[in-house]
């Protein structure tokens, strides 16, 4: 395969947050909800960290994963108020969820249909060539129309190959969402402990809910232990294991 | 058919491309607002003669009748195989059935980049940019109409239910 | 019109150009003794439309009303004696800073169907093209050159390394 073609099929194949979310819904059977949305968050971030991806790839992953883990902290615990931002950001998902599985059937129709009964074009009648120059154009005008062209043709990276395919490991992941969850915990439990009067005590909680839920993923997997020196409301340690 | 209309037709005719109604009223010395009526009595008057008249976008061309498209095909020797990629027919779905989309619109609901697939359609003739800078929406052209072997866009596959959904979609997105 | 009909208008508007009897007779499958009452029909059925039908030794073809040749004539010579519009001049800047480039070339670079701007350009003899089917491509005319006081587009401002940048950003279109 030469450069050019992996290019491409890279480009081609790649699918979105929000196609692989659906696929994953579609193939269990579900409906798009918060108990389909939920039960495929694990599948989602195993699939984030499997996928090898450009970091803007993994970018936009990571937004759709923080609003799954939120709907499944929902799902965990009934009694947990989200505000508004984090409400609007999941019906946000359900509503792309829902307008992407329409526009997917959609272009499985338009693609059969493309091209396969064309109305063709007559063809201009014929008429003797009259040279006719515009007195505007000379030979120095060209050049600036053409450079501002140039700006207008995408440019893919001088080393396209590198950048496509430097993947992220599932070690930088997760060494991301632990420095992540590391600071989010840092700071959220300062809020806590400081309980600042003016602070937005409740985004807090979530946010908090919501850290603590990914350290307990990260520590499942083993990734990171987590120690609590003593007593209920000490700051938690984590440490990164070694491989 | 009128004076008005004949101008038109010959006008189509003539340079086999298509014209938009401020072009036509310019070059026929009218008002823009005299064009639509015209042109839909040239509608009328080429029924059922094996040419069609497209209209999309206040643009105005003339193609060969379905029923002929067939027959063409045969008639030139080169073959057409034409293909939408996955991410062309989603993005021009989008353009299609909203009946005009930003860059943003298509976006939000692909949820990826779709700079390529906007850029490969209108490269392609099959969307068109109006409007500039921020503003810029991509709307159906003329062409599209004529790949799909359609006359209007109400023609493509289940338009008018899906579209109303996706519109009713979108709109639940303005509110909040 | 009938399907015979329809057929004539379809590939006399497809072409054209004046098609023999046997020609369409050949095309369509039927008779020649069918052809010309068809032909009768098409007269019939364009008339007083802006299009006439030319019938003359066995041959038809169709071209724009007497009545309107004028108003066309009018028109062609105002449209040549306009300004580029912003796509020719792209189109036009394209083709001289890179020679022999194809409308696959120019659409590549301008992201925007161009078989319009390049027909305009070929009529005003503003560029020429060479070859033939799908290998077209497009060079500034003899006239152009002569009219910038130029004897070769190397002699254009910055040639080398524009026409060197043109086929730089080309590579990309197969990665696109």
Known sequence: MTTSEQFHIQHETFQ????????????????????????????????????????????QFLAVAATLILIK????????EL????????????????????????????????????????RPMSRPIVFSPDPHITKDTLLPILTSLFSNVPVVSKAPVARVYKTISITEVLATLEDRITKALKTSFNDIVVRDPDGDTK??????IVSFLGMLELVRRGMVSAEQESG???????????? | MNKLTCQIHAILFFTAE??????????????????????????????NSGVVVLVQNNTVGLAIDESMSEFIAAMQK?????????AQGETLAIVAYMEGATKTDIEFIRGVNSV???????????????????????VPSIDLLREFGITSTAELPEFAAQSAKIKQLLTQKDIQ
């Open chain 1, 16 to 59: 979105g947050p929000i196609e692989v979310l659906l696929e994953m819904v579609e193939k269990r059977k579900f409906f798009v909800n918060d108990i389909s949305l939920a039960a495929v968050t694990d599948d989602f971030i195993l699939y984030i960290q499997q996928k090898g991806m450009t970091p803007d790839m993994v970018g």
């Open chain 1, 73 to 80: 902290a929902r799902s965990l615990l009934p009694n947990l």
């Open chain 1, 83 to 122: 505000a508004p931002e984090e409400v609007e950001s999941i019906t946000d998902l359900e509503r792309r969820l829902a307008l992407f599985e329409i526009i997917s059937h959609i272009q499985i129709d338009l693609s059969k249909q493309y091209g396969k009964k064309i109305l063709f074009e007559g």
């Open chain 1, 203 to 208: 985004t807090q909680k979530v946010y908090t």
């Open chain 1, 232 to 243: 209920v409301f000490t700051d938690i340690m984590l440490t990164k294991n070694h491989e």
């Open chain 2, 18 to 47: 298509p014209q938009s109604f401020d072009a036509l009223a310019k070059l026929c010395g009218v008002p823009v607002a005299d064009i639509a009526p015209a042109v839909q009595e040239l509608v009328q008057s080429l029924q």
């Open chain 2, 78 to 86: 080169e073959s057409f195989a034409k293909e939408l990629s996955k």
């Open chain 2, 116 to 138: 390529y697939s906007i850029r490969a359609l209108v490269a392609r003739g099959l969307i068109e940019a109006k409007g500039n800078g921020r503003s810029v929406s991509y």
